[in-house]
């Protein structure tokens, strides 16, 4: 099956700096998402991203499908995007369901 | 936007008793739904894809009798766990993909199970 790997497994910044995640993943996928998970263990989408680069304020992610990797961007980090990255990969097709595929995550801390 | 409904978000329970996690899909119907599981500082692991109107789909290690998933509708999914024991406690997040619109998955809130 899929493998989605993670790095780094931590990263600790200082508020206002810039940083790059990473995922890389195994096999050929449809879907990509990227997720926040807040404190109260709830999932927050950043990006639905099989293929190309999106922007959403100050974050972006960039997805080379024929690389088999994607990368999350955090521009002027806060306080308040500290907290766990998910990368998650999976298909929908043949058959494969859609269910995602995790990484162990980048655990991320932003220090005022 | 598609909306992924779970409940309940927290529940504590007594050894030996059994619980009942609602995975409600909003404005659209779920013909698939996944549940997941995630133990403290750990990532989520997929149990269970639940298909409506038919038995659910256990990946290797997850005990079907202890999990009891029912999918008796295109907008409802249930994970029971049944008999539960302190190791059961953990995060379950329930999710949905909207097969006409892609492949993208929607999640619930998850619930936090603990059991004393």
């Known amino acids: 099956g899929i493998q989605v790997e993670q790095s780094p497994p931590d990263l600790i910044l200082q508020e206002g700096a810039n940083s790059t995640l990473r995922c890389n993943f195994s096999?050929?996928?449809?879907?990509l998402q990227w997720f926040h998970q807040n404190p109260w263990g709830q999932l927050i989408n950043l990006f639905y991203?099989?293929?190309g680069t999106k922007q959403n304020g100050r974050l972006s992610a960039t997805t080379v499908a024929t690389e088999r990797y994607s990368l999350l961007y955090i521009s002027s980090s806060q306080t308040t995007d500290s907290g766990v990255y998910f990368c998650?990969?999976?298909?929908?097709?043949?058959?494969?369901?859609?269910?995602?595929?995790f990484g162990k995550g980048t655990k991320l801390s932003v220090k005022p | 936007g598609a909306v992924v409904s779970q409940h309940p978000s927290r529940v504590i329970c007594k050894s030996g008793t059994s619980v009942k996690i609602e995975c409600r899909s909003l404005?659209?119907?779920?013909?698939?739904m996944f549940w997941y599981r995630q133990f403290p500082k750990q990532s989520l692991m997929l149990m269970a894809t639940?298909?409506?109107?038919?038995?659910?789909?256990?990946e290797q290690g997850v005990e079907k009798d202890k999990f009891l998933i029912n999918h008796a509708s295109l907008t409802l999914s249930t994970l029971t766990v049944t008999s539960a024991h302190p190791e059961d406690s953990s995060f379950y997040i329930c999710?949905?993909?909207?097969?006409?619109?892609?492949?993208?998955?929607?999640f619930g809130q998850g619930t936090r199970l603990t059991v004393v």
């Open positions: 999710s949905a993909v909207i097969r006409s619109r892609g492949t993208e998955a929607f």
């Open positions: 096999d050929s996928v449809n879907n």
């Open positions: 991203i099989p293929s």
């Open positions: 998650a990969a999976g298909r929908l097709y043949g058959g494969s369901q859609g269910n995602l595929i």
């Open positions: 404005d659209f119907q779920a013909t698939t």
């Open positions: 639940s298909n409506e109107g038919s038995k659910a789909t256990y």
